[in-house]
């Protein structure tokens, strides 16, 4: 019976963090696409509603993901493993992403020169464009290879979509909220004139509406200091990089234990690693 529960807890803790996942990304959906209808509705801005509408594909398609998790690991736990492909044939898969791809890249080129509603249309195109490249590079090192149950690989990708990022953002919210407070704080204490400046400061951000143009010239004001200037580097170009890298392949160290074949810990490996590409490249696609 202990042993029994002891292979059980894995597949619950796999389930919750899959359903719970599901349910974040869900709600991210929901909230951007709200966002993007506001800003339509209100201002007529189709960049901005494309921005969020951006990101709101994005959740949707990590919740599309978090789902086979759920599936396999839902019927682990009712004693019907299943061990089928949940797209169906791997082969034609990979057939139909090899010729929608081209596609996709010229209509988005096409779409994104409009300033009209068509330019609602290039974030789903913008999310098949990042996908694809990343499917077709699972599929081209998984060949011939044993990848274990599609339970573990699909509870792997849905970790890394879900517990990564989210570890991510709390360290990194955290590392540059105590290294802004600490020069606020060295600032204020050292440089003669600088809460005046500080407030000054807070005053032209209240009044920005967060414009990013408007945001770039109060920034440029500041960048002629060394100090800010290296500073802002050592956190984005250092500390931030570290942060990513090392929580990166942080589902891996749950599996030491595990036992793992070279196959299975190659595959791995390519499954955090494309998760955390997936989350920072439709934040550049936002962006962008």
Not at 53 to 63: D, R, Y
Not at 68 to 83: A, D, M, N, Q, W
Not at 173 to 192: E, T
Not at 262 to 271: F, I, Q, T
């Amino acid at each position: 019976m202990q042993q029994s529960w002891k292979h059980t807890l894995p597949t619950i803790a796999q389930l919750i963090i899959s359903m719970c996942g599901f349910g974040m990304y869900v709600l991210g959906f929901l909230i951007m696409f709200a966002a993007a209808a506001f800003y339509l509705a209100s201002s007529g801005n189709y960049f901005q509603a494309a921005s969020f509408l951006a990101m709101a594909w994005t959740a949707a398609a990590a919740a599309v993901l978090n789902l086979p998790s759920i599936v396999y690991s839902f019927l682990r736990l009712l004693g019907k493993p299943s061990y089928k492909n949940f797209f169906g044939d791997r082969n034609r898969l990979l057939a139909m992403m090899l010729a929608i791809l081209p596609l996709a890249l010229f209509a988005g080129a096409v779409l994104s020169s409009s300033d009209s509603y068509a330019l609602l249309l290039v974030s789903p195109l913008h999310l098949l464009v990042v996908i694809i490249p990343l499917w077709l590079l699972i599929d081209a090192g998984s060949r011939q290879l044993n990848m274990g149950s599609p339970q573990f690989t699909w509870g792997l990708l849905s970790v890394s979509l879900t517990v990564v990022p989210t570890l991510a953002i709390l360290a990194e919210v955290l590392v540059l909220g105590g290294v802004f407070v600490g020069a606020i704080a060295w600032a204020a204490s050292s440089v003669p004139g600088m809460l005046d400046l500080l407030n000054r400061f807070q005053m032209r951000l209240a009044y920005s509406n967060l414009n990013p143009e408007v945001l770039w010239r109060i920034m440029q004001t500041y960048m002629d200091n060394p100090l800010i200037l290296y500073l802002l580097l050592a956190v984005f170009s250092g500390f931030i990089p570290l942060i990513e890298e090392l929580l990166k392949p942080l589902v891996l160290w749950f599996l030491v234990k595990r036992n793992m074949t070279p196959a299975e810990g190659w595959m791995a490996g390519m499954l955090a690693g494309v998760a955390f590409a997936l989350f920072e490249s439709m934040n550049a696609m936002t962006s962008a």
